[in-house]
């Protein structure tokens, strides 16, 4: 049986390729307003996988163009009523619904507060769109699984396109207009060999560092989501301030790597694990105690760090159902989650 999560994992290259078409006019709108804010930082607003793809964009700006940003916490409106001084900053607010009220909330809020507001939605009309600024329709098309899988891709990638513009350097917008093809690519990749050692797992770390992080956590994610596994994602640096003393022979680990400046420290971090007896496994060919996964060259550090999420998805979709899961309706979880 083909799941709607695996339909929807193989239309990730199609669905970001059409969005990149469909939304560039309100893509270079937003970036032009970006630019004409002269923002001193940027603020980002959104929940679980929505509030990854919004963690992988806060490491972009900062390292493609120097903007520090923070993830704001939804209560600070609904709960707390503040409306925060952000006269100074851009917003990027996300939800694959625009429909969860504290997400709209906030983004009003910042608004009132003197930010920018951009937010990047897959429906509309919808309440988010309707309370920002500038919206990108991320037009991944309807996503029925409840695990998000295409709209956290385009969520990703949409924000990357604004930052393409707005970077001195041409370099990502060019691997940008052949990222779909790179996404077919991944599709391709074989990583079945982790699933019998994932199997009886009861715990895994996610490893990353840099924009690899917001991978890690995306990761993490699903395993709990779809297959009912814990999973924790943690810094390659900082699994080992503690952390590391759960790791016992055997203990699965998954290191996500990058071609970037972080990709050795990463390796040698988790060839450290493997040392120890830990099923390690890393998207690096410079490991050396650790397992190899094969992903294919994004063209850009920025893009290699996203591309293995597709090739985890299709992984972590093959190990829900190995384990008798429909990974489509995990059992206390829906679609829209509506939080105040």
Same mark, same amino acid.
């Given at each position: 049986?083909?799941?709607?999560?695996?339909?929807?994992?193989?239309?990730?290259?199609?669905?970001?390729?059409?969005?990149?078409?469909?939304?560039?006019?309100?893509?270079?709108?937003?970036?032009?307003?970006?630019?004409?804010?002269?923002?001193?930082?940027?603020?980002?607003?959104?929940?679980?996988?929505?509030?990854?793809?919004?963690?992988?964009?806060?490491?972009?700006?900062?390292?493609?163009?120097?903007?520090?940003?923070?993830?704001?916490?939804?209560?600070?409106?609904?709960?707390?009523?503040?409306?925060?001084?952000?006269?100074?900053?851009?917003?990027?607010?996300?939800?694959?619904?625009?429909?969860?009220?504290?997400?709209?909330?906030?983004?009003?809020?910042?608004?009132?507060?003197?930010? /920018?507001?951009?937010?990047?939605?897959?429906?509309?009309?919808?309440?988010?769109?309707?309370?920002?600024?500038?919206?990108?329709?991320?037009?991944?098309?309807?996503?029925?699984?409840?695990?998000?899988?295409?709209?956290?891709?385009?969520?990703?990638?949409?924000?990357?396109?604004?930052?393409?513009?707005?970077?001195?350097?041409?370099?990502?917008?060019?691997?940008?207009?052949?990222?779909?093809?790179?996404?077919?690519?991944?599709?391709?990749?074989?990583?079945?060999?982790?699933?019998?050692?994932?199997?009886?797992?009861?715990?895994?770390?996610?490893?990353?560092?840099?924009? /690899?992080?917001?991978?890690?956590?995306?990761?993490?994610?699903?395993?709990?989501?779809?297959?009912?596994?814990?999973?924790?994602?943690?810094?390659?640096?900082?699994?080992?301030?503690?952390?590391?003393?759960?790791?016992?022979?055997?203990?699965?680990?998954?290191?996500?790597?990058?071609?970037?400046?972080?990709?050795?420290?990463?390796?040698?971090?988790?060839?450290?694990?493997?040392?120890?007896?830990?099923?390690?496994?890393?998207?690096?060919?410079?490991?050396?105690?650790?397992?190899?996964?094969?992903?294919?060259?994004?063209?850009?550090?920025?893009?290699?760090?996203?591309?293995?999420?597709?090739?985890?998805?299709?992984?972590?979709?093959?190990?829900?159902?190995?384990?008798?899961?429909?990974?489509?309706?995990?059992?206390?979880?829906?679609?829209?989650?509506?939080?105040?």
């Amino acid at each position: 049986m083909t799941t709607n999560m695996r339909r929807e994992i193989d239309e990730i290259p199609d669905v970001v390729e059409r969005m990149l078409v469909r939304s560039a006019d309100a893509i270079s709108i937003a970036a032009e307003a970006f630019r004409a804010a002269d923002p001193g930082y940027i603020v980002t607003v959104a929940r679980g996988s929505s509030d990854h793809a919004a963690h992988f964009l806060k490491i972009a700006c900062e390292i493609e163009l120097g903007l520090l940003g923070a993830s704001v916490g939804p209560s600070l409106s609904t709960l707390y009523g503040v409306t925060p001084k952000v006269s100074n900053a851009v917003s990027l607010s996300i939800s694959q619904s625009g429909q969860s009220p504290d997400i709209v909330a906030m983004t009003e809020a910042l608004q009132r507060g003197g930010a /920018t507001t951009i937010a990047f939605v897959n429906t509309l009309p919808s309440p988010l769109a309707a309370s920002a600024d500038h919206v990108i329709d991320l037009s991944a098309g309807p996503e029925r699984s409840v695990a998000a899988t295409k709209s956290f891709v385009c969520s990703v990638v949409a924000g990357l396109a604004i930052i393409a513009r707005l970077s001195p350097s041409t370099a990502l917008t060019r691997a940008l207009d052949r990222f779909p093809d790179r996404l077919r690519e991944s599709l391709a990749c074989d990583w079945s060999g982790m699933e019998q050692v994932l199997q009886d797992a009861r715990s895994v770390f996610v490893l990353g560092r840099g924009p /690899t992080l917001a991978i890690a956590n995306e990761v993490a994610l699903k395993f709990k989501e779809t297959c009912g596994v814990h999973a924790e994602a943690y810094s390659a640096a900082e699994v080992m301030h503690g952390p590391v003393e759960l790791v016992e022979p055997a203990f699965p680990v998954l290191a996500i790597a990058a071609l970037d400046r972080a990709e050795t420290s990463i390796v040698d971090s988790a060839d450290a694990l493997a040392a120890r007896g830990a099923s390690v496994f890393v998207t690096s060919a410079l490991c050396k105690n650790a397992r190899s996964l094969p992903v294919p060259d994004g063209g850009h550090p920025l893009l290699n760090a996203l591309l293995p999420i597709t090739p985890y998805y299709g992984m972590i979709e093959a190990l829900s159902r190995r384990l008798g899961r429909d990974p489509d309706r995990p059992e206390h979880l829906k679609k829209v989650t509506e939080t105040l």
